[in-house]
C-alpha cells in the first residue's frame, strides 16, 4: 500500500535497497517509571546512553504516574498480557510483587539466565539487603535509594547557642532551648511518622519490627515494634508535643516545608528532600545522621533505605530478557553510578561508585550528600537492620499513623496506640499472608 505513493523508479530503487541491506530487527524493551521534572531527565539520558552503546536493543521509557499507579499499572498490564518489561516499583511494594504469582523474574536467575556476569557483592548490602532473600538473592534491582537524615538550620542553632545533636536526649534538649529562644510552634519535627519514629527507629537501635527478620524470611510474620524502645520513644513524643518543643507535621512529607521556612529548625525526613532544601532554603544548613539512644547496646546500627527498585516482569522471550540484563550491566557500571548519584541525590548502589565519589571530593562541599550513605553502611545489616518486607504495606503504614496520632492527641497511651497497630496489622498481615505466594 505505501509504494503507491512512490514513483515507480523510486519504488524499485527502494526494494533493491531493502533487499540488499535487510534492517537488523531491534528488540525492544519497556521501562515503566514514575519519575518527574529532573528524574525523569536522568532516565531518559540513561536509556538514550544505552540505545547508542549497541544496536540490538532499544529501552523506551515511560511515565506511568505516581509509584503506587506505577505499580498498579503494571499488575493490572501483566493480567492482561501486556506487561512492561522493567518496572519501577517503591520499596514497600516488594512484598506485593513478590506475591504477583508469575508477574515477575527475580534479578539473580535473570542475570544467570541471559548469561550476564552479576556478583551482588558489588552492591552496597545495606541497599539490596531490602531487595534480596536472606540468601543475599536479589529479586530486583536497586535504582534510586534514600535514607532518614536529620536536617538541621545552622543559623538557627547558632542563634540558640546550641550544638548539634547526636542522640536523641541531645535532640529533645536541643528542642527545648530553640522553642525557649523563639521557635514557639516547633523546636522540632519530621515527616513519614512510621518510616521515620518505628521503622527506622528499629532498625538504628538494631531491634526487630516484625519476626521473621521483619518479613524477609516469611510472609508469616508477626509484628513487634510494641517493645520498650518504641514505647519510650513514642512517650517522650506525647509529652513534648503538649508544649510544641516536638509538633506533628503529618504522615507523609507535607510538612517539609516547614524546615524550609524556617519554622522547624530541627527535622527529619528523606535525604532526598534534598533538591527542595537547596532550593529553598534562605539559611546554612546540614543533614546529619539520625539520633540514637546511648543507653541501647550497640546503637546506632545502620539504617535502611527509601525508594524505589527495577522488577523484570514475567512473561517475556529469552532474547528480551537478554536486553533487559545487559541494560542493568550498563545501570551497574561505575561511572554511570556516579552520574546517575550526581545528577540525581539519590544514592549510589554499588561500593565502586561511592569510593570513587568521595575520591573525587564530592563529598567535600556538600558533606551532607554523604550523611544516608554513612548511616547505611554504618555497620554490616542484621536481620532487623535489612529492610521489611510486608504486604499491604501501604496500608499498614495507615493503621499505625492512625493509633499514633491517637496517642499523640491524648486519646490512648503510648503503649496502648502501639499495642493496637500491632494487633490491628497483624490482622492484615495474615489477610495478605492468605493471598501470598508461598
Known amino acids: 500500500m505505501a509504494l503507491r505513493h512512490f514513483g515507480a523508479a523510486a519504488a524499485i530503487a527502494l526494494t533493491v535497497g531493502l533487499s540488499a541491506s535487510p534492517a537488523l530487527a531491534v528488540t525492544e524493551i519497556q521501562w515503566w517509571h514514575a519519575m518527574t521534572g529532573a528524574n525523569n531527565d536522568v532516565i531518559v539520558k540513561l ?35 501486556n506487561a512492561p518489561h522493567i518496572m519501577q516499583v517503591f520499596e514497600v511494594g ?16 535473570l542475570m544467570a539466565d541471559a548469561g550476564e556476569k552479576f556478583d551482588p557483592k558489588i552492591y552496597l548490602p545495606a541497599i539490596t539487603g531490602y531487595y534480596s532473600t536472606s540468601k543475599g538473592e536479589m529479586l530486583s534491582f536497586p ?18 547557642n546550641v550544638e548539634i545533636p547526636k542522640t536523641w536526649p541531645e535532640t529533645f534538649e536541643a528542642a527545648k532551648k530553640l522553642k525557649a529562644a523563639g521557635h514557639d510552634t516547633c523546636g522540632f519535627s519530621g515527616s513519614w511518622i512510621t518510616w521515620v519514629n518505628l521503622e527506622q527507629l528499629s532498625a538504628w537501635h538494631n531491634v526487630p519490627l516484625a519476626s521473621k527478620a521483619n518479613g524477609l524470611d516469611g510472609f508469616d510474620t508477626v509484628l513487634e515494634f510494641n517493645g520498650p524502645l518504641q514505647v519510650k520513644h513514642l512517650e517522650t513524643l506525647v509529652e513534648l508535643q503538649k508544649t510544641k518543643t516536638y509538633d506533628y507535621a503529618g504522615r507523609t512529607n507535607t ?3 516547614r524546615f524550609t521556612s524556617g519554622e522547624c529548625p530541627i527535622y527529619l525526613t528523606s535525604s532526598a528532600f534534598f533538591g527542595n532544601v537547596k532550593a529553598q532554603a534562605k539559611f546554612n544548613f546540614t543533614a546529619v545522621p539520625m539520633p540514637y539512644y546511648p543507653d541501647v547496646k550497640g546503637a546506632p546500627q545502620n539504617s535502611i533505605i527509601g525508594g524505589a527498585s527495577l522488577w523484570v516482569m514475567g512473561g517475556k522471550s529469552a532474547e528480551e530478557y537478554k536486553g533487559v540484563a545487559k541494560f542493568l550491566t550498563f545501570l551497574s557500571d561505575t561511572d554511570r553510578q556516579v552520574y546517575i548519584h550526581k545528577a540525581s541525590g539519590y544514592l549510589p548502589i554499588t561500593k565502586a561508585a561511592y569510593a570513587k565519589a568521595k575520591e573525587e571530593g564530592f563529598y567535600k562541599d556538600q558533606p551532607y550528600l554523604e550523611t544516608p550513605l ?10 532487623n537492620s535489612c529492610g521489611l518486607r510486608l504486604g499491604n504495606m501501604v496500608q499498614l503504614r495507615d493503621v499505625w499513623s492512625e493509633e499514633i496520632e491517637q496517642a499523640l492527641a491524648g486519646k490512648k497511651t503510648a503503649k496502648q496506640a502501639l499495642d493496637a497497630a500491632v494487633e490491628r496489622g497483624n490482622t492484615m498481615l495474615r489477610q495478605f499472608e492468605k493471598t501470598a505466594v508461598k
Open 47 to 81: 536509556a538514550t546512553d544505552f540505545n547508542a552503546s549497541q544496536s540490538d536493543y532499544k529501552v523506551i521509557p515511560t511515565y506511568k504516574g505516581n509509584y503506587p499507579d506505577t505499580m498498579n499499572a503494571g499488575i493490572a498490564a501483566f493480567r492482561a498480557g
Open 94 to 109: 516488594t512484598a506485593t510483587m513478590m506475591a504477583a504469582t508469575g508477574a515477575v523474574k527475580p534479578v539473580y536467575k
Open 143 to 160: 535504582f534510586n535509594s534514600s535514607s532518614t537524615v536529620m536536617w538541621v538550620n545552622l543559623d538557627e542553632l547558632k542563634k540558640a
Open 255 to 257: 510538612g517539609e516545608g
Open 374 to 383: 554513612l548511616e547505611l553502611t554504618n555497620k554490616e545489616p542484621t536481620e
